[in-house]
């Protein structure tokens, strides 16, 4: 079943399990909700789940959401040059439109083109915390799941009145401004954030592009609160970015592409009972892309959910049922008009039991859409507790993504088009105790009627090319991972082996690594917290001919955090120290050595 285990040597499985990953400041009573779509304790979640906090995102310093998400287990991620541009995020292989990504509850992406999220819109700043959910999750969520969940959640208010602000600068001509207050007053909690980010850059197309591409990015957030009584609460949530960034499409005048993303969210928890529990949501995205000043190209996606969600505890069992109903909707000047909108129906059933050492989670989803017809997806999770310290899990589980509606009624697509669906299974083994931890999970995943752009005439107008259902991958892999600590000093870390093939091909997924490994340690220096950050990724290939090669990279960072009172703090941050030169996509340079200062105002 996972023949690309043979590949790892006695002594490389040694020194990755010595080593540990940046999870160590999670605690084992932290709630999740990516997992099962409902508050669970950590400790009690069966999938294989990383939740990444607010005083992780700031110390982290990353330029981007993805940037950051590279830092944990079973993520890899490619840019075209500096941030602002196409940016993708692949959770174990899968491809980027094979994530599905939620803003406080609501879904986002695009319908042109591939579709997926566009990574390089989130700003990294206004998020409060991230929970990365790998694995397949069509039996909760629906469509697009087969590699994993992300969820981010801006802040939120509680406490207080509290204000803030910060400010930053960098290489590049980099410069960060950022503030908002959040609070509860009564019945009412609120929180209202905003930043302004620009960098001149550098120069991503060094060999063909003399130009210097650099960006431009503001964002807001807003959220409000209001408990009606005990077991009754309103919520609506508010996220707008804008990014401007230049690419290099010509060397005869400055391309630019505007990206604009809006989330807007309405739920209502009402607790009717002490054992039942039900969820409204009323959510709606928004995603605008244009270019100028070329051909000026422009592409609108908006997507609506309506969503109803029932929570009933019988003792150790658990019961879900949600009713969802998803409506998409694509202004794009390629598309015909029967391409301009479609509807997913769904039912979602879930099941959990814990009975002492036994943990069970059960889920099935039936979605019928509006354009390709009726989809039913299942999974299930099964954890045995060893003893007090280790725990032995298993699960499996099939997902599906339907193609965009750009992919099926576009000039380039066919509507003829099928879903890609997939079939997963998965073993991990876990151990925690106080300060150190472990995990080990193998997985494969099989997916078939995978979306190809093919080049040459095919089944639509375009004499280009046309997007296909032509090929099937098998994703396996193994994740390796650990935390502990030794005097002083906190260590972290994890390795991935990954054998990502085309099976009708047999050849390698572009832009995938084999190996890849991230090492972290982190201090306490009289009143400096101090700590540094190593990541060696492996060669890949850029195309699916595997024709070019992408050759091997290390990265190391170091950074340091200062309390200067007790009001305000600092932070120090030096990115690609030994100034290594690498890419991420053939032709596309990334950014050399840089230093990032910033200080942030936060009254206690």
């Known amino acids: 079943m996972f023949a690309c285990l043979k590949a790892l040597r006695p002594g490389l499985i040694a020194v990755c399990c010595a080593t540990v990953w940046p999870s160590f400041a999670?605690?084992?009573?932290?709630?999740?909700?990516?997992?099962?779509?409902?508050?669970?304790?950590?400790?009690?979640?069966?999938?294989?789940?990383?939740?990444?906090?607010?005083?992780?995102?700031?110390?982290?310093?990353?330029?981007?959401?993805?940037?950051?998400?590279?830092?944990?287990p079973g993520v890899q991620f490619q840019r075209n040059g500096g941030v602002g541009n196409t940016t993708s995020v692949y959770i174990r292989g899968t491809n980027t439109n094979h994530t599905a990504v939620y803003v406080d509850g609501v879904r986002i992406e695009s319908q042109s083109a591939s579709g997926g999220f566009t990574w390089q819109t989130l700003p990294l700043a206004q998020i409060d915390r991230i929970e990365i959910l790998r694995g397949p999750a069509a039996?909760?969520?629906?469509?697009?799941?087969?590699?994993?969940?992300v969820q981010v959640f801006t802040r939120r208010g509680q406490g207080a009145f509290q204000p803030y602000a910060g400010i930053g600068a960098g290489t590049y001509n980099t410069y960060q401004v950022n503030g908002g207050f959040s609070g509860a007053n009564g019945p009412w909690d609120y929180a209202l954030g905003a930043i302004k980010e620009k960098s001149k850059g550098f120069n991503a197309k060094q060999d063909s592009n003399p130009d210097i591409d650099g960006y431009d990015n503001h964002a807001e957030t807003a959220r409000l609160g209001l408990k009606?009584?005990?077991?009754?609460?309103?919520?609506?949530?508010?996220?707008?970015?804008?990014?401007?960034?230049?690419?290099?499409?010509?060397?005869?005048?400055?391309?630019?592409?505007?990206?604009?993303?809006?989330?807007?969210?309405?739920?209502?928890?009402?607790?009717?009972?002490?054992?039942?529990?039900?969820?409204?949501?009323?959510?709606?995205?928004?995603?605008?892309?244009?270019?100028?000043?070329?051909?000026?190209?422009?592409?609108?996606?908006?997507?609506?959910?309506?969503?109803?969600?029932?929570?009933?505890?019988?003792?150790?069992h658990r019961f879900q049922a949600t009713l969802e109903r998803r409506e998409d909707a694509l202004d794009n000047t390629s598309t015909t008009p029967a391409g301009t909108e479609r509807s997913q129906n769904s039912l979602a059933l879930g099941y959990g039991l814990v009975l002492e050492q036994h943990s069970l989670q059960l889920n099935t989803r039936h979605d019928t859409d509006s354009d390709f017809g009726d989809k039913h997806t299942a999974q299930a999770a099964y954890a045995y507790e060893l003893n007090d310290a280790w725990q032995l899990r298993a699960s499996a589980g099939s997902a599906f993504r339907a193609p965009t509606l750009y992919q099926r009624f576009s000039d380039y697509?066919?509507?003829?088009?099928?879903?890609?669906?997939?079939?997963?299974?998965?073993?991990?083994l876990k151990f925690e105790q106080g300060v150190h931890s472990l995990s080990v999970v193998v997985y494969q995943n099989l997916i078939e009627n995978l979306i190809d752009y093919v080049s040459g005439k095919g089944a639509?107008?375009?004499?280009?090319?046309?997007y296909v259902n032509n090929s099937h991958a098998r994703l396996q892999g193994l994740t390796l991972s650990a935390a502990t600590r030794y005097r002083a000093f906190n260590f972290s870390g994890s390795y991935d082996r990954?054998?990502?093939?085309?099976?009708?091909?047999?050849?390698?997924?572009?832009?995938?690594?084999?190996?890849?490994?991230?090492?972290?340690?982190?201090?306490?220096?009289?009143?400096?917290?101090?700590?540094?950050?190593?990541?060696?990724?492996?060669?890949?290939?850029?195309?699916?001919?595997?024709?070019?090669?992408?050759?091997?990279?290390?990265?190391?960072?170091?950074?340091?955090?200062?309390?200067?009172?007790?009001?305000?703090?600092?932070?120090?941050?030096?990115?690609?120290?030994?100034?290594?030169?690498?890419?991420?996509?053939?032709?596309?340079?990334?950014?050399?050595?840089?230093?990032?200062?910033?200080?942030?105002?936060?009254?206690?």
Request: hydrophobic share 35%; glycine share 6%.
């Open 228 to 316: 009606i009584n005990k077991d009754h609460k309103l919520e609506a949530t508010l996220l707008q970015s804008r990014m401007d960034a230049q690419y290099d499409a010509s060397t005869l005048q400055d391309d630019h592409s505007i990206e604009t993303i809006q989330t807007t969210g309405l739920n209502w928890t009402a607790q009717w009972t002490p054992d039942y529990q039900s969820k409204l949501l009323l959510t709606r995205s928004r995603y605008d892309y244009i270019t100028q000043p070329g051909s000026k190209y422009a592409t609108n996606t908006v997507l609506r959910n309506y969503v109803f969600q029932n929570d009933y505890s019988l003792d150790i």
């Open 139 to 149: 039996a909760i969520y629906g469509s697009d799941a087969i590699g994993g969940v």
């Open 460 to 466: 639509c107008s375009s004499t280009y090319g046309c």
């Open 413 to 428: 697509g066919s509507s003829s088009l099928q879903p890609e669906n997939s079939q997963n299974k998965e073993i991990g």
């Open 498 to 604: 990954l054998d990502a093939k085309n099976t009708d091909t047999g050849k390698a997924l572009g832009r995938r690594a084999d190996n890849t490994l991230n090492m972290a340690a982190d201090t306490q220096w009289q009143a400096w917290t101090l700590g540094s950050e190593w990541r060696w990724i492996d060669k890949r290939f850029d195309d699916s001919n595997n024709t070019s090669v992408l050759p091997a990279f290390q990265l190391f960072n170091l950074w340091g955090q200062r309390q200067i009172d007790k009001d305000y703090s600092l932070l120090l941050r030096l990115n690609n120290a030994f100034d290594q030169s690498y890419q991420l996509a053939n032709t596309y340079y990334t950014a050399g050595r840089n230093v990032f200062v910033g200080v942030q105002w936060q009254p206690k």
């Open 26 to 72: 999670q605690i084992l009573n932290e709630v999740v909700v990516t997992a099962a779509r409902i508050e669970q304790p950590l400790s009690e979640v069966l999938a294989d789940v990383t939740v990444i906090d607010r005083a992780s995102i700031e110390r982290s310093g990353a330029t981007g959401v993805a940037d950051l998400l590279s830092h944990y």
